[in-house]
C-alpha cells in the first residue's frame, strides 16, 4: 500500500488543456512525505486545475503523476482512498446536519464499521462541533463549517491531505488556529498540500512551488526563495519575492 | 461496485428528501390529484347529450318519437321550446348539444305511411363529442325507423322480416366502453413520469449548483454507484404512488386491476427504472434545478400525456409525431397495462414492449455514466 519512496507525491510534465487553453504548462515537482507543501499563485496561476488533476477529479491532458504511489489516471480510486480534499468552495451538504455529513463520509471511505464511532467522534471534537452536530449545517458559522469540511477530510486517515485555498475568507485568528492544527498533521506524519496566494500564510510551509501561468517559476523553501530572488535585500519577505518574480515573467 | 457506497448515497438522498418534504409532498400530491382530475373530469365517454325540442306537430307520433328519445341513455331532453330561433340561441350559448325540430304535419305523414323530414342540429364545435353524437342519432334513427316498419307489415297483416344483414357487434376487451378503463392505466403512466423523471431530474443538477459535486469527484465513488444511489429512493416513491393509482382506481372508478399482479409489478418496475434514467440524464446534463424542471416537463410529462396513445389515438398523428410517439416510454407501459388489463394477455404477446423498454434503459444510463466519467466520477 505504502510507495516505496519517500516521496508521497511525484509530478512529471503534468499538462492540462481546457480547448485552446493551457491551464497547466508541463509541471514537474515532488512533494516528500509528513512534509509542508505549498502552491502558490495568483488566481488563475492553474493552482486548483493541478490540485484536482491530482486528486483524480479531472484526468491530465498529458505527463504523469503519483500520489501516495498510485497512478492519478489508472488508479484513481486508490488514490481517492488515500487523500482527504477540500475544496475551495464549501462543499458539504448545507441541508443535512453535521452528523449526516460524516455518516455519508463513512460510508464511502473504507473505515471499518467498527471504527465509526470513534472517527465520529474525533471529527466532532477536532472540528469542535460536537454540541451542533444536529443542527443544519447552513445554520453553523462560516468558520465552524471550514472546520467540519477539514475533519471530514479527515475522517479516514489519510496519507495526504489536499487543501485548495483553505483560509480564503477565514478571520486572522482561525487562520491561526488552522495552521497550528496543520503543523500537528504533519507532525503525526500526513503530508499536507496547500495551495493559497496568501503569501504571508506560505511562510508556514516546510517547501513551495511558485507558478504562473500554468508554469514554475520559483521552488524551494520559504528562506531559499526569497534569498534567490530578492538578493541582497535586507528583510524581503515572500511577498517581494512573489511581486519581483511577476514582474519578471510579465511581458 | 460496492453495495455500501450505494447505501451510503441512498442514505443520504433519503436525509435530502426528509430534509425538504417539499419534493415528498409534490411526489405524492401531484399524483393524487392527477388521477382525481383525470378520473373524474376526463372521462372521454359521451352520455346525456343536453337535447332541446321544438315540436311543431303536437301530436301523439311526434310525442312517442321525443319519449324514445328522453328514454335513452344517451340522450336528456332538457326542454321543448318554441322555434327554430331559440334552438340557435341555445346552441350558441353552449346549454344544449343538440336541437331536435319537427315539423309541422309529421304525426299525419306518419299514418298516412309516409315519409316524413326531422331537422336535428348538432353541436360540432367538438368534433370528437360531435362524431359520437352523430353516432347514436343515426343508431337512434334507424332503431325508431325499424319499430315503425315493424309497425307498418303488422297492420297490414304481413308478417314481420328479418333484416337481410343481421350484425352482430360485440366488443372485446372493454364491454362497457368505459373509457375509464382505458384512462386509468394512462394516469399511472403519467403519474410515473412526474414522480420519477421530473423528481430525479433535480438530484443531480443540485449537486452541481451546491458545489457538493467537487465532493462526490473526490471520493472512491463510482458513477455507477451514484446514479444506483440516487434513483432508488425514488424507485419506491415511485412504486408507492403506482399502489396508490391502482388502489384508488379500484376504489373510486371501479377499474378493477382483475389480471396478473406480478406482470404488472414487473412492466412497472421496469418502467420506474427508465423514468428514473431519463429523469438523471436530464439532471446530468442540464446541471440546473430550473432548467432540469422545465427539460423534465417537455421531455416526459407532455409526450406521456400527448403522444402515448393515451389521450389521442396514435394512428391518428401525423407521421413525425408517430416516430417521437415510438421513443416515448409511456407508450409502451401504456400498451402493456391495457394488454394486461383489458386484453388479459401475458408475457408471451408483451416481451416486445418489454424489450425496447430494456433498451431505453439501456441507452438513458449509459449514457448518464459516459458523462458522469468524463466528469471525474
Known sequence: MTPSSDDAILVQDLVKRFGEFEAVKGITFSVRRGEIFGLLGSNGSGKSTTIRMLCGIIAPTSGRARVAGYDIESQSEEVKHSIGYMSQKFSLYEDLTPFENIRFFLGLYNVDRSRWKERMEWVLETARITEVK????????????????????????????????????????????????????????????VTTHYMDEAENCDRIVMIDLGTIVAQGSPAQIIREVCPGSEGADLNEAFITLMARSAP | MSPRNVGAVMRKEFNHIVRDPRSLILAFIIPLSLILLFGYALSLDVENVRTVIVDHDRTRESRDLVRHLASSPYFRVQGHLESTAEVSVVLDSGTAAVGVIIPPGYGRDITADRSSPIQVLVDASDPNFSNITLGYLTAFINTYNQRLLLKFLDKNGMPAIEPPVDGRIRVWFNEDLQSRKFIIPGIIAVIIMIAGAMLTSLVIAREYEAGTMETIRSLPLTAVEFLLGKAVPYFFIAMTNVLIAVLLGQVLFDVVMKAEFSLMMAASSLYICVALAL??????????????????ILLTYLPSLLLSDFVFPVTNLPRVLQLISSIVPATYYIEILNGIYLKDVGFALLWKDFAVMVLMLAVLSGLSLFILRREGL
Open chain 2, 279 to 296: 429523469g438523471l440524464l436530464i439532471s446530468t446534463v442540464t446541471r440546473s434545478q430550473l432548467l432540469a424542471n422545465q427539460g423534465a
Open chain 1, 134 to 193: 444536529d443542527r443544519l449545517t447552513r445554520d453553523l458559522p462560516q468558520g465552524w463549517r471550514q472546520r467540519l469540511a477539514l475533519g471530514c477530510a479527515l475522517l479516514h486517515r489519510p496519507e495526504i491531505l489536499f487543501l485548495d485555498e483553505p483560509t480564503s475568507g477565514v478571520d486572522p485568528v482561525t487562520r491561526r488556529h488552522f495552521w497550528g492544527f496543520i503543523r500537528e498533521l504533519s507532525e503525526q506524519g500526513i503530508t499536507v498540500f
